[in-house]
């Protein structure tokens, strides 16, 4: 692949060198040959990255195959290949389009996920139900067309040949009647590469031929897409030596199986001045996610967290409307309650850090609140930190005890707890929102913190921001003067801005965390 950032001349490159495929499934055996930009590289790799991870949270949520999990993955598909999932081959120029964005992002992720065992068999596994998914939702003719393409030599068998063994196919199911053989179509396979169904007695075998109807073709075709692909893996790792030498995509490639792929929370400036320090014991009690609640507790109970917490806990508070004037005030009320702060010693040694968390110091570099991956994936707390994902990072027995003390059954924490134990720890997260807001299916995937904040501010009935917060506004013992107001309306302008890092400590330590792929 070659790379371009001349946005012209890749359109102009596209419209000559569109892809004569002859099917939009492929079992992605030649290489991309093709110019291509970072920026359609990253997107790419992204939007297919989207599509594996759902599918990773339907296979945890869902039992496969079933209504739930199909819809799914109609869902996943649509979103990612939206032409060919409705087979509008009218449309030839989106078509091909599309199977170029299909192959070529293919192709990315296999070279970001060959560096690991475990990322291989990550990658092995969900592209396998991706393929499976889309070689269901293929028709008779479009099966027919793959096979011949991929010189599958599985031969489907005329009518009168099925009627003339219509009993023993009968007989080779017992879960089939006559109606069942009547109605589908068989194909001719040798029986040596249909052992997996001649195991299980559910096919009709003759001179060395199984026949396979069409329902059950996907399993003997998908053994040889995996077969292919982790042997295509293995190779691919052994390439990425060569990759060294280009540091415009080998960065990219390294931190895709990390890269948080959701909602920026960075900037919303229409939240900005939507809460105020008054409103977060009463939105922590139901709508932090249980490590911001954690912080907030501890928070309150110790009057102060180290530096981690503060920059986790500082920046989830900034992205879900915290101005800077209500930081500051929230952040000093705190810490002056301790034995050991005064409100000069907090403006010499904590003042400088919230304003650098609001863009209003230093050297401005954008920070997002951080991601869910990001927490897991980040340094683990110490004795006196509270900062961390309590799924990946707490003793099982200690995260039975705090769930409980949240208010949850014994049964609910012990489903929990064993999320986490499982390494879960994201689904873990969605059945703990599912049962402190007693919904039986969140409907959704968690992968940030203010995304929790945002779903259970939603399923509460708030649905309009500048709303939002009002009730508790009306309620608090603080009276905003008008001068608070104006400065409140003028912070808006400020959470379109990140946080920086303080010294060469956070420096180091965001450069070492997950980034987000720029260009």
Known sequence: MQFSSNTDRRNHRLHKT??????????????????????DFERFAIDRLKVLKGIENALLR??????????????????????????????????????RKDHISHFILRLAYCRSENLRRWFLMHEMELFKYRFNQESAGGIDSFLKANNLEYTPIPENEKMSIRTELIHSNPMQNGAAVESKDYYKVPFTEALDLVKLRK?????????????????IV?????????HALAMASKALPFLEEDDRILPKLSNLSRQYIGKDYSAQPSLSGQVVAGDIDGLSAKSFPL?????????????????????QYGLFLKGIGLSLEEALRFWREEFTKGPN?????????????????????????????????????????????YH??????????????????????????????????????QLACVRYYELVHNVSDAGFSINHPNEYFEESQRVQGANRPNTRFAARRINTTTNTSETETKSVTKDEDILSKTADSLDDEIDEFLSNSLVEITE
């Open 18 to 39: 569109k892809i004569r495929a002859t099917h939009t499934l492929q079992f992605y055996s030649k290489p991309p040959i093709d110019n291509i930009s970072l920026e």
């Open 222 to 230: 998908i053994s040889v897409f995996r077969a292919n692909l982790s």
């Open 62 to 99: 869902y039992q496969k195959n079933s209504p739930e999990y199909e819809r799914e993955m109609t869902k996943l598909y649509k979103a990612f290949l939206p032409n060919v999932a409705r087979q509008e081959l009218d449309n030839a120029d989106a078509i091909n389009q599309e199977i």
């Open 291 to 311: 490590c911001m609640k954690q912080l907030h507790e501890s928070l309150r109970e110790n009057h102060h967290l180290t530096h981690g917490g503060r920059m």
């Open 203 to 219: 096919i009709y075998l003759k001179n060395g031929q199984a026949y396979v109807p069409r329902d059950d073709l996907v399993t």
């Open 341 to 385: 702060i005064d409100a000069d010693k907090f403006d010499k040694q904590y003042a400088y850090n919230i304003r650098h968390n609001y863009g209003k110091e230093g050297k401005r570099t954008n920070y997002t609140p951080y991601s869910c991956m990001k927490i897991i994936m980040s340094n683990p707390p110490g004795p006196r930190d």
């Open 388 to 425: 961390g994902c309590p799924f990946r990072h707490t003793d099982p027995d200690l995260l039975r005890q705090r769930l409980l003390s949240n208010g949850l059954s014994s049964e609910g924490a012990k489903e929990i707890t064993e999320l986490a134990k499982g390494s879960h720890y």
